[in-house]
C-alpha cells in the first residue's frame, strides 16, 4: 500500500525556500527533511513560477473584477429593456 504523504504549505515552503538559497544540495535538502529530491525541485519551481503573483498589483486586479461585474448588470439591464420593447411592439 502506498501512503501519499501530505505536508503542509509551510512545510513546503520552508523546503523550497532553503533550495531557493542554494547553500545546500537538493539531495541534502531532501534528506534532510526526509522527501525526495523531485520533490524538492518540484517545490522550488512552483515557488519561482508564483513569486511575481504576490508583487502583483492588487487593485488593479480588484478593479478588473468591479469593471466585469458593471458589465455584466449593465448587459442584464439592457437585455429586460430589449425584451420589454419586443413584448410592447408585438415582436
Avoid: C
Avoid at 515557488?47 to 458593471?70: G, H, I, Q, T
Amino acid at each position: 500500500m502506498n501512503k501519499k504523504n501530505h505536508y503542509t504549505a509551510e512545510f513546503k515552503s520552508r523546503v523550497a525556500l532553503e533550495a531557493l538559497r542554494e547553500e545546500k544540495t537538493i539531495n541534502e535538502i531532501a534528506q534532510e527533511y526526509s522527501v525526495h529530491p523531485n520533490q524538492v525541485s518540484a517545490w522550488k519551481k512552483e515557488l519561482l513560477e508564483r513569486l511575481p503573483e504576490l508583487f502583483a498589483d492588487k487593485r488593479r486586479k480588484e478593479n478588473k473584477k468591479d469593471m466585469e461585474e458593471d458589465l455584466f448588470n449593465q448587459i442584464g439591464r439592457l437585455q429586460m429593456e430589449n425584451n420589454y420593447l419586443k413584448k410592447k411592439l408585438g415582436l
